[in-house]
């Protein structure tokens, strides 16, 4: 977070308030905190600042300095103690131990891991205690209970003894040596004593003086944190906290989280060649057509390989063994799934897909919808009009006709299924009148469910009629069905896109579209679209009503232009438009 400068936006005195207001917060915070712990780490009246700063990733934080040393800074409205803080309270936060080595690696903007993490004695479900997922926590290392790094743990005590002590275990923060640290007055770690695990830093030197690899520790830990099990070897002396100057520029490297972090990128690198198989092969059996060849290897990247990556997780080239597309599709090619081709100057193009390969035909593609970014939802042309079908949902007062084909209560079926079901109930009960093929005998349980009390001796009706009839006693719904996503059903009629011309100050007319959500279309892109096309002001507020979504409003009568946006580019069936009428009539010269 502090590793790249920062900009000072404003820089002012603290005021009572907000020293009263910054006790509360940490009051609520920190609830072990004492009344008289609060009024030290806020003193009433010695020198203090709030400086608001901007970080390189432009992210806004609060500094609070006391006699111009940084104390707390406010982050996504968390208040982080600095390492300042913790070396005066070293019990202020939960500690994580690491061996020294690691401080550089932590120091270059790495996380620390959890098979990093040393324990003394063995692993348990209580060893973390019941630390939640992104609580504030410290870093400090073996020799020394000083803290050397601020951050939050990346899973809760449970989730990391869980894991087996893989993987993540504290996102960094605030580190010694980073540029809020440089704020202060740069000073040192102190010596806080001896924490229980100096033995085995102790162990691991005289290990070390035994071996051949001097100045690197073993590439192995075992995850499990137990002391007898954890091989270290050599080069590990002078590396307590107390001799550990930031702005020494000593060589640490190596260490044990070094071959840890090793064995770690080999497996992502694996993981990362699997995935990118898997969405290849996807993309070659459901998404890539004869029609669509040659395709540029670009294209297919991003439009056919990449909506078949699991949601919250991402394919990249460079992250896996190929580190090119191109030798990843070579390596494909290889092994006979598809042909690539230059056909124009350093664009290579996929010109051939052998669908009968085994590992196609073999292959099941999962049903996987991806999140569209926000960016490509703003191009008109990746838009697709959803499939709409009217439907109506069987009520209890229409259950008799269609239980005994197999229908529930508030089952869905469309006007043609309607239809066929009430066709096979006539046909298996025999209803229909032999003499009067147009006509239909009404049995009692039909009789009871279509008929008024002024139409009680009515004993036939005719087909249409009785289809009719069965509708009106059936709840309207209807069904949308986007491209690449699972048929949606909503209960009761869709309400259209209605345009309406309002009146605004000064004579001003503007625009107003309600109901673009139900169509799968974003207001914003839509916004834009018109904004762009008519050189008009558009903006995208929500509807007066709750649970209305959002409405579009244009600067003057555009009713015009956006009905021929909407049929045309949108396809949207003109009986879903209303207020068409409203465009402004053409004047005659």
């Not at 994580?96 to 996380?111: E, I, N, R, S």
């Not at 580190?323 to 006979?336: A, C, D, E, P, R």
């Not at 762009?532 to 209305?548: A, E, L, Y």
Request: hydrophobic fraction near 35%.
């Amino acid at each position: 977070m502090f590793h790249k400068s920062f900009r000072v936006k404003t820089q002012t005195a603290i005021k009572g308030s907000d020293r009263k207001r910054l006790r509360a917060d940490l009051g609520k915070l920190y609830p072990k905190l004492s009344p008289d712990d609060l009024t030290t780490m806020v003193p009433q009246k010695e020198d203090m600042s709030i400086t608001k700063v901007s970080t390189h990733g432009g992210q806004t934080a609060v500094v609070y300095c006391l006699q111009k040393n940084p104390i707390f800074f406010d982050l996504y409205g968390k208040i982080y103690p600095t390492v300042y803080t913790m070396w005066k309270y070293p019990d202020f936060l939960p500690l994580f131990t690491t061996w020294p080595p690691v401080f550089k690696k932590l120091a270059g903007g790495a996380d620390l891991m959890l098979p990093g993490v040393v324990v003394k004695g063995g692993v348990t479900l209580t060893t973390f205690g019941k630390m939640a997922k992104g609580a504030m926590c410290a870093v400090s290392l073996v020799g020394n209970r000083a803290a050397v790094a601020v951050g939050t743990a990346c899973l809760s005590g449970e989730d990391m003894y869980m894991s087996g002590m893989r993987g993540k275990g504290v996102e960094v923060v605030h580190i010694l040596g980073d540029q809020l640290w440089e704020f202060g007055d740069q000073s040192n770690p102190p010596d806080l004593g001896d924490d229980g695990l100096m033995e085995l830093l102790e162990a691991a030197q005289q290990d070390g003086s035994d071996g051949d690899d001097e100045g690197k520790l073993d590439s192995e830990v075992e995850a499990t944190g137990e002391s007898e099990s954890v091989q270290i070897a050599q080069g590990v002396e002078d590396l307590a906290l107390d001799n550990c100057d930031v702005q020494s520029g000593g060589d640490n490297s190596g260490g044990a989280t070094g071959g840890m972090e090793e064995e770690e990128a080999r497996d992502s690198v694996e993981v990362m060649d699997e995935r990118l198989k898997t969405c290849c092969l996807c993309a070659l059996k459901s998404k890539v057509k004869k029609s669509d060849l040659p395709l540029l290897t670009s294209a297919f990247f991003k439009n056919y390989m990449q909506p078949f990556c699991p949601a919250g997780q991402s394919i990249d080239v460079k992250k896996s063994s190929f580190k090119k597309l191109s030798k990843f599709l070579q390596h494909m090619q290889k092994q006979g799934l598809l042909k690539t081709k230059e056909l124009s100057k350093g664009a290579d193009s996929i010109v051939d897909v052998d669908k009968s390969h085994p590992d196609l035909r073999l292959l099941e593609v999962p049903d996987i919808v991806v999140e569209v970014p926000a960016s490509a939802s703003r191009e008109d042309s990746e838009y697709q009009p959803p499939k709409i079908t009217e439907m109506f949902t069987v009520t209890s007062a229409v259950l008799p006709i269609f239980k005994s084909q197999g229908y529930n209560k508030n089952n869905a079926l469309s006007a043609p299924d309607v239809r066929k079901e009430v066709t096979e109930y006539v046909r298996a009960n025999n209803l229909q009148d032999e003499e009067r093929k147009s006509q239909v005998l009404l049995d009692p349980d039909l009789a009871h469910i279509l008929l008024t009390k002024q139409e009680g001796d009515m004993s036939h009706l005719k087909w249409d009629d009785l289809f009719s009839r069965v509708v009106d006693k059936m709840q309207p719904a209807f069904q949308l069905e986007f491209s690449g996503k699972p048929p949606v059903l909503k209960k009761g009629k869709i309400e259209p896109i209605k345009l309406s011309v309002e009146q605004r100050a000064s004579n001003k007319k503007a625009t107003v579209i309600d109901n673009l959500e139900n169509f799968g279309i974003d207001p914003a892109a839509f916004a834009h679209t018109v904004q762009k096309s008519v050189s008009c002001s558009s903006s995208v507020v929500p509807h007066h009503q709750k649970n209305k979504g959002m409405q579009v409003l244009v600067q003057g009568n555009q009713i015009a232009f956006i009905a021929d946006l909407l049929l045309d580019k949108y396809k949207v069936p003109r009986k879903y438009v209303q207020g068409l009428e409203k465009a402004p009539k053409n004047k005659r010269r």
